[in-house]
């Protein structure tokens, strides 16, 4: 099993509902085990498109799933709770990222980790250090 962080968050109707939601999704994955979640910190949109406010959060999980399948079981989370991809950075019920996949670095066709912006993201150090993630 390989211990990941998991960002997460939403700006769409019921986001506390929608968080809520994944984390179940998550837990009842027989393929993952959600450990713990960071606070939930309500955050502004890093967006030119014009939008809502985030709550947003960082996810441990284990898993022995691949760094893909683990990305597609998130995807397939996003979908059921009815994320539709549109345009970059719309606005969005369910927003699921692979922050850390373990020590291990991935630079695939749609898939990089550690996740490529999370040092932009002030919630997502935030959460990384709340978990005791050393180096966030």
Known sequence: MVTCYIGIGSNLGDRRGYIDKA??????????????SSSIYETDPVSDIPQGKFLNGVLEIATALTPRALLKE????????????TVKDAPREIDLDI????????KEDGLVIPHPRLNEREFVLKGLRELGKVGA
């Open 23 to 36: 984390v179940g999704e998550l837990k009842g994955s027989k393929d993952i085990m959600f450990k713990r």
């Open 74 to 85: 998130l995807n397939r989370i996003e979908e059921k709770i009815g994320r539709r991809r």
């Open 99 to 106: 922050l850390y996949y373990g020590d291990e670095a991935v």
